[in-house]
Nanobody, 127 residues
Framework: QVQLVESGGGSVQAGGSLRLSCAAR??????????MGWFRQAPGKEREWVAA????????DYADSVKGRFTISRDNVKAMMYLQMNSLKPEDTAMYYC??????????????????WGQGTQVTVSS
């Protein structure tokens, strides 16, 4: 059982930056046994994968739309995951969710269907 809580969303102008955080509480195993990912859903659109990071943080992957602008990281001691978002664009506006996928898991090409989700944090980018 994993509980995830996102924070750090807000409103920013295009070109600005935000850092999202995802705090995990793991009850039946350890945080380091989960691949972690960020996802987003804009109004009227399906939820899409944004970035993912492997259990030790050595491997990560990004959707083409955010490559070079977003950076995913994790701290297994604190059971935290982060998404540093730079050069934000209006099309980045969405509800952002973190997800956890237990071992065995892969992050290349994205996490397809995490077992656990957070409640989301809103990011709004104005032009």
């Amino acid at each position: 059982q994993v509980q995830l809580v996102e924070s750090g969303g807000g409103s920013v102008q295009a070109g600005g930056s935000l850092r999202l955080s995802c705090a995990a509480r793991v009850y039946t195993s350890s945080y380091s046994s989960y691949c972690m990912g960020w996802f987003r859903q804009a109004p009227g659109k399906e939820r899409e994968w944004v970035a993912a990071i492997a259990i030790r943080g050595r491997t990560s992957d990004y959707a083409d739309s955010v490559k070079g602008r977003f950076t995913i990281s994790r701290d297994n001691v604190k059971a935290m995951m982060y998404l540093q978002m730079n050069s934000l664009k209006p099309e980045d506006t969405a509800m952002y969710y973190c997800g956890a996928d237990p071992l065995p898991c892969t992050v290349i090409g994205g996490i397809k269907n995490p077992d656990y989700w957070g409640q989301g944090t809103q990011v709004t980018v104005s032009s």
